[in-house]
């Protein structure tokens, strides 16, 4: 079964401070890997997006790895501002038209 | 700007009634999609477009009916068979990459 886990569930950092989340995933056929940022109340917003061959793609403080042997990914916040609370969603593509999501993991940034 | 648009934003459905839902884009993407966001849980299918005139069902189908008569347009209506409709309605679009809108928030009254 196509499943893609994320951890932690919620996450709550000081400003200024890294956080790393994490994305586990069992989906067959692997097409790429996407990293989504959705305000309470908004739709989701891409960040990254990595291919099979791609290890490491950043996106200003925002710095996602794959690794397609263990079937892992991370997204690394640097420096957090308050701005980036909201739900981080981990979408594997399984194939044209063919999305996995995960749950989310909830990051709140306190001042 | 380029984009999809939902609307409304927010929708109140009595028992019994039905409601459609708006989703307009201008990427001209001939993918769309319909999911459903409840609290806590990842977006669930509820149907998917690939082309004009042409949709299938998704994971969570039963209740729900689309139409695709244009591309830039992929309606989803609730129908009084969806025993439980509150939730966060997201649409979307694709080629290489998915888009979405920015949800329509619908509760029944």
């Known amino acids: 079964k196509n499943q893609v886990e994320q951890s932690p569930q919620s996450l709550i950092i000081l400003e200024g401070k890294n956080c790393t989340l994490q994305c586990n995933y069992t989906v067959s056929p692997f097409s790429n890997l996407r990293w989504y940022k959705q305000d309470t109340g908004r739709g989701p917003v891409s960040l990254t997006i990595m291919t099979f061959s791609e290890n490491t793609k950043s996106n200003g403080r925002y710095t996602a790895t794959l690794d397609a042997d263990t079937k892992q990914s991370s997204l690394h916040i640097t420096a957090s501002q308050l701005s980036d609370s909201a739900s981080y969603i981990c979408v594997v593509s399984a194939g044209t038209y063919k999305y996995i999501f995960g749950t989310g993991t909830r990051l709140k940034v306190l001042a | 700007d380029g984009g999809i648009t939902q609307s409304p934003k927010y929708l109140f459905r009595k028992e019994g009634q039905n409601v459609t839902l708006s989703c307009e884009q201008n990427?001209?993407?001939?993918?769309m999609y319909w999911y459903r966001q409840d609290p806590g849980q990842g977006l669930r299918l509820i149907y998917y477009?690939?082309?004009?005139?042409?949709?299938q069902k998704g994971d969570i189908a039963e209740g729900y009916s689309v139409s695709r008569e244009k591309k830039e347009s992929f309606p989803l209506t609730v129908t009084s068979a969806q025993k439980n409709p509150t939730a966060f309605y997201l649409c979307a679009s694709s080629r290489d990459t998915i888009y979405f809108g920015e949800g329509s928030w619908l509760t029944v009254v």
């Open positions: 990427l001209n993407h001939d993918a």
């Open positions: 477009s690939q082309i004009v005139n042409d949709f």
